[in-house]
Nanobody, 111 residues
Framework: QVQLLESGGGLVQPGGSLRLSCSAS?????LNWYRQAPGKQREMVAS???????VYADFVRGRFTISRDNPSNTMYLQMNSLKPEDTAVYYC????????WGQGTQVTVSS
């Protein structure tokens, strides 16, 4: 079972930027970012394969960039032009029907 650890969350003003990191204990084919706001369902933000293929949710396309560094088993989410509605706990996920989850990192976008 892969272990995942997120970091990089924090408080940022609207229009600002953050970069989230996800450290995986082993190499995995697919890594994903999800987020969950209070009272809302968890939703997929972006996905990346070990080959670098990416998928983005429509609401972040053009603002967020997902990437990974395979030698270090680390995935990143560069978040630009942040909006208050981006406020959520962001989770790293290893994919598949039994994918692992990290503990989450809080992102708060507020003035």
């Amino acid at each position: 079972q892969v272990q995942l650890l997120e970091s990089g969350g924090g408080l940022v003003q609207p229009g600002g930027s953050l970069r989230l990191s996800c450290s995986a204990s082993i190499m995995v084919f697919e890594l994903n970012w999800y987020r969950q706001a209070p009272g809302k369902q968890r939703e997929m933000v972006a996905s990346i394969t070990s080959y670098g293929d990416t998928v983005y949710a429509d609401f972040v396309r053009g603002r967020f960039t997902i990437s990974r560094d395979n030698p270090s088993n680390t995935m990143y989410l560069q978040m630009n032009s942040l909006k208050p509605e981006d406020t959520a706990v962001y989770y790293c996920n290893s994919g598949g029907p039994t994918g692992s989850w990290g503990q989450g990192t809080q992102v708060t976008v507020s003035s």
